[in-house]
């Protein structure tokens, strides 16, 4: 009789811990697929706020172009958008569950002509004179080996004429990069791409530099002759008032106006990088794209973004 009481307690025992077990093994599931669906939610969310940011960002640019005028500093599409709270856009129902999440937006547009630009290294299908010695110049106040450069500017001659779609191509050449990041390809160190980071850009055709724009390192590097300071001046002269033309600039700069016909200098820009940032309760997602303004048609090139995910909560129970 003991025996069978025993066993009895035993059995109900181990059914107890086994409903247990399954009860706890469903609610993990169940709070896994809500995990999941919210982050969903969040990004596909995000994706959209930032597609409208960017759309935003393509308007003030085409209005920009509308008005005409050199581009500049100071006017409003180079105001960054500082971080805005918009987290009654994401739900208009005040009793909906998501009325209460906290979203922010944070933005800027860049000008890309404000940066040398490593395609201007080659020039058909050699490599540029004046494209290289800016480089040249751009390295040594860096204090960057002068040698990456030439293996910078054959690298890139290379894919270039091994990315040709007639046949006459190399298979054999590099990749042509699409991104600064992918630079590394051509056998630039890492270490040298993080310091010419702020300096340079990839666009897909030669480009000028805009003179509104660009820093004193970037002028130095650009304009033959031109030491330091005067750069620096140059700078500190346009914040009281931008140029209207080259012909202004060289007004300031001797060595600008001997740089003024070789075709490398501007004060007009066409490519543009735009940031934006969405933070979603803990979740950050960023999306960096660049756009070609040609006239009043201002067109994506290309977009990426990156996700930070928010910390995961601990399971129920």
Not at 45 to 60: H, V
Not at 88 to 115: I, K
Not at 138 to 156: C, I, T
Not at 229 to 237: D, I, M, S
């Amino acid at each position: 009789m003991k025996r069978q009481k025993g066993a009895a307690l035993l059995a109900a025992m181990l059914t107890v811990t086994l409903v247990a077990t399954m009860a706890a093994a469903a609610l993990w599931q169940q709070w896994r697929s809500v995990e999941v669906e919210a982050a969903e939610r969040s990004r596909v969310q995000s994706t959209w706020l930032l597609t409208g940011a960017l759309d935003w960002a393509r308007l003030i640019l085409r209005e920009d172009a509308r008005s005409g005028g050199a581009d500049h500093l100071a006017e409003p599409w180079a105001v960054p958008l500082q971080e805005a709270r918009l987290a009654t856009f994401l739900s208009m129902d005040v009793s909906n569950a998501d009325a209460d999440r906290d979203a922010f937006l944070s933005g800027q547009v860049s000008d890309l002509q404000a940066r040398l630009n490593v395609m201007n290294l080659i020039d058909q299908d050699k490599i540029s004179v004046h494209g290289k010695l800016a480089f040249d110049r751009l390295f040594e106040q860096l204090g960057l080996p002068p040698e990456q450069v030439n293996v910078l500017a054959d690298q890139l001659l290379a894919a270039k004429k091994g990315a040709r779609s007639d046949g006459t191509g190399n298979p054999q050449a590099p990749l042509m990069p699409q991104r600064i990041e992918q630079l590394v390809w051509l056998g630039l160190p890492a270490a040298s791409l993080g310091a010419l980071k702020p300096y340079i850009t990839l666009l897909p055709e030669r480009t000028q530099i805009n003179l509104n724009t660009a820093s004193a390192e970037v002028l130095q590097a650009s304009v033959t002759g031109l030491d330091p300071a005067e750069a620096k001046r140059l700078v500190a002269a346009r914040e009281t008032a931008h140029f209207s033309t080259i012909t202004d600039a060289g007004q300031r700069s001797e060595a600008v106006r001997e740089a003024s016909s070789s075709g490398q200098l501007s004060v007009n820009s066409r490519f543009f990088e735009v940031r934006g940032r969405i933070r979603l309760d803990q979740a950050v997602v960023e999306e960096r794209s660049v756009v070609q303004r040609d006239g009043l048609n201002v067109r994506t090139l290309w977009r990426d973004h990156d996700t930070t995910p928010a910390p995961a909560a601990p399971p129920p129970g």
